[in-house]
């Protein structure tokens, strides 16, 4: 197995900001990769591995210090539907941790480079746009038995850290924490918001509490959401958690559903990141259409520079 950082994850965090990676997705779509599949860039752990190991390179190229996994949408449940048993799951849940692993050997041999191991929602498996709603009509009890063995299969392939990620939901926020619970990982965990609440309409500061005085999350704050919501929400987490703060947003474009294509400009610019790290943000980076040069343009801003 390719070898961990010297550093633990928390430790790192301790010491000063980190560097995320941007969005999977647009650089798979980037290096011609089709993910048109309910399984989006899951699919890729079965049908082309090498396609996920290259675009973690690109992002520790660019300077990233934490590479999410490509396990955002993949579930026992979904893989099943593409006829595959619960052990070829299971091994291609863990492979997308050591493909990050890989990457990150390869690109930056001898320096640490974290691995995030992706637990993304219950909608993201449904795939049909849930995530940003979430109020699935499954109870607190459902939501962790559906969220469980993937989380135990993840942390057999020890990754860093797990980032419950995207989610939009108190209460799956809730499942999600006791599903974690004794894993021996620490865990981050990012809301996609937008306005000042969760998808699902909560206060973003009662979500971030929900954090508060829970050793194993290491850091909270929101991901898939525009940069303007992120500014608000950033020292909104600081205060609420009293944690350190981890941020993500998109592009600022956005996705027409009818037309199936980006619209508007871009508004996530690196002079932003001065203002989420003074209100608490240590764990900085992007999501969907934020690539490389973005990601690159971002750690040159906090000091820390291309891999």
């Given at each position: 197995?390719?070898?961990?950082p010297?550093?633990?994850?928390?430790?790192?965090?301790?010491?000063?900001?980190?560097?995320?990676?941007?969005?999977?997705?647009?650089?798979?779509?980037?290096?011609?990769?089709?993910?048109?599949?309910?399984?989006?860039s899951a699919?890729?752990?079965?049908?082309?591995?090498?396609?996920?190991?290259?675009?973690?390179?690109a992002y520790?190229r660019?300077?990233?210090?934490?590479?999410?996994t490509?396990?955002?949408?993949?579930?026992?449940?979904?893989f099943?539907?593409?006829g595959?048993?619960r052990?070829?799951?299971?091994?291609?849940?863990r492979r997308?941790?050591?493909l990050?692993?890989?990457?990150?050997?390869k690109?930056?041999?001898?320096?640490?480079?974290?691995?995030?191991?992706?637990?993304?929602?219950?909608?993201?498996?449904?795939?049909?746009g849930?995530?940003?709603r979430?109020?699935?009509?499954?109870s607190?009890?459902?939501?962790e038995?559906?969220?469980?063995?993937?989380?135990?299969?993840?942390?057999?392939?020890?990754?860093?850290?797990?980032a419950?990620?995207t989610?939009p939901?108190?209460?799956?926020?809730e499942?999600?924490?006791?599903?974690?619970?004794?894993c021996?990982v620490?865990?981050?965990?990012?809301?996609?918001?937008?306005g000042?609440?969760?998808?699902?309409?909560?206060?973003?500061?009662?979500?971030f509490?929900l954090?508060?005085?829970?050793?194993?999350?290491?850091?909270v704050?929101?991901?898939?959401?525009t940069?303007?919501?992120?500014?608000?929400?950033?020292?909104?987490?600081a205060?609420?958690a009293?944690?350190?703060?981890?941020?993500?947003?998109n592009?600022?474009?956005?996705?027409?559903?009818?037309?199936?294509?980006?619209?508007?400009?871009?508004?996530?610019?690196?002079?932003?990141?001065t203002?989420?790290r003074?209100?608490?943000?240590?764990?900085?980076?992007?999501?969907?259409?934020?690539?490389?040069?973005?990601?690159?343009a971002?750690?040159?801003a906090?000091?820390?520079g291309?891999?």
């Open positions: 197995m390719t070898p961990a010297t550093v633990p994850f928390a430790g790192a965090l301790a010491r000063g900001p980190l560097v995320l990676d941007g969005g999977l997705s647009n650089q798979l779509a980037a290096q011609g990769c089709d993910l048109s599949d309910a399984l989006w699919r890729l752990l079965a049908d082309d591995p090498g396609q996920i190991e290259q675009a973690h390179a520790v660019a300077g990233a210090q934490v590479l999410i490509s396990s955002y949408q993949a579930t026992f449940e979904g099943a539907r593409r595959l048993g052990e070829q799951a299971a091994e291609l849940l997308s941790v050591g990050a692993r890989s990457a990150a050997e690109e930056a041999p001898g320096k640490d480079v974290w691995v995030a191991a992706s637990v993304g929602p219950y909608g993201a498996f449904l795939a049909d849930s995530e940003y979430g109020r699935y009509g499954l607190a009890a459902e939501l038995r559906f969220h469980r063995p993937r989380i135990e299969t993840l942390v057999e392939a020890e990754p860093d850290v797990l419950l990620e989610v939901d108190v209460a799956e926020a499942a999600l924490l006791r599903a974690v619970e004794g021996g620490p865990v981050w965990l990012s809301y996609s918001a937008a000042g609440h969760t998808r699902a309409g909560q206060p973003l500061r009662e979500a509490a954090a508060a005085g829970n050793d194993q999350v290491v850091a704050g929101v991901n898939c959401c940069p303007a919501d992120a500014d608000a929400a950033v020292r909104t987490a205060e609420a009293r944690k350190p703060v981890v941020v993500y947003p592009s600022g474009e956005e996705w027409d559903a009818a037309a199936r294509s980006w619209t508007g400009e871009p508004t996530f610019t690196p002079d932003r990141v203002a989420w003074e209100a608490g943000a240590r764990l900085v980076g992007g999501c969907c259409r934020v690539g490389p040069d973005d990601i690159a971002l750690s040159r906090l000091g820390a291309p891999a």
